[in-house]
T-cell receptor, first 113, second 109 residues
Framework: IAGITQAPTSQILAAGRRMTLRCTQD?????MYWYRQDLGLGLRLIHY???????GKGEVPDGYSVSRANTDDFPLTLASAVPSQTSVYFC????????????FGSGTRLTVV | GQNIDQPTEMTATEGAIVQINCTYQ??????LFWYQQHAGEAPTFLSY??LDGLEEKGRFSSFLSRSKGYSYLLLKELQMKDSASYLC??????????WGAGTKLIIKP
């Protein structure tokens, strides 16, 4: 793999179910991010991690959790999905906090019904 | 609050020039970014401005005025493949990116 890999590409999920979106990068970037993108709105930051072992809350963290056990992986978990979490989710990484040139994964299109 | 404003949609003709404006109000400023996003794809990095002035990169140029909270992306010699959304983003004092909603650019032959 080269860059950032997200899985699954798309998913239809029943409300109330638990779901983990996967994100893996092979660039040894320190910082990683999860965004959601909704029509008419800008990318909104859900959670971020400036380095392995640390995480922080973004603009819209409620209903989501993350972990950063190592440099490469940054999974996003929806504990109990709700329809308002229907969105396109992008994982991104950068060399470090404040670095420019974020690299984005190809996205996960999630529909909660 | 923090705010990034850019037009929702613009239309231009193949071969022409188009300017996409972005105004911002943020808590601090550590640079302004432009990204391109084709429909159904991930955003890709286009340009970065941290000092006032014009940065040129091939057919694309980006301008910044920090005192006015203003930037523009200039696309020359438009090609059909330039049809995409263009996202303006500002890095705030906490080194977090604040994103505009994007400008959908439609290129007509």
């Amino acid at each position: 793999i080269a860059g950032i890999t997200q899985a699954p590409t798309s998913q239809i999920l029943a409300a109330g179910r638990r779901m983990t979106l996967r994100c893996t990068q092979d660039m040894r970037h320190n910082a990683m991010y999860w965004y959601r993108q909704d029509l008419g709105l800008g990318l909104r930051l859900i959670h971020y991690s400036n380095t392995a072992g640390t995480t922080g809350k973004g603009e819209v963290p409620d209903g989501y959790s993350v972990s950063r056990a190592n440099t490469d992986d940054f999974p996003l978990t929806l504990a109990s999905a709700v329809p308002s979490q229907t969105s396109v989710y992008f994982c991104a990484s950068s060399e470090g906090q404040g670095s420019y040139g974020y690299t984005f994964g190809s996205g996960t299109r999630l529909t909660v019904v | 609050g923090q705010n990034i404003d850019q037009p929702t949609e613009m239309t231009a003709t193949e071969g022409a020039i188009v300017q996409i404006n972005c105004t911002y109000q943020t808590s601090g400023f550590n640079g302004l970014f432009w990204y391109q996003q084709h429909a159904g794809e991930a955003p890709t990095f286009l340009s970065y401005n941290v000092l006032d002035g014009l940065e040129e990169k091939g057919r694309f140029s980006s301008f910044l005025s920090r005192s006015k909270g203003y930037s523009y992306l200039l696309l020359k010699e438009l090609q059909m493949k330039d049809s995409a959304s263009y996202l303006c983003a500002v890095m705030d004092s906490n080194y977090q990116l604040i994103w505009g909603a994007g400008t959908k650019l439609i290129i007509k032959p």
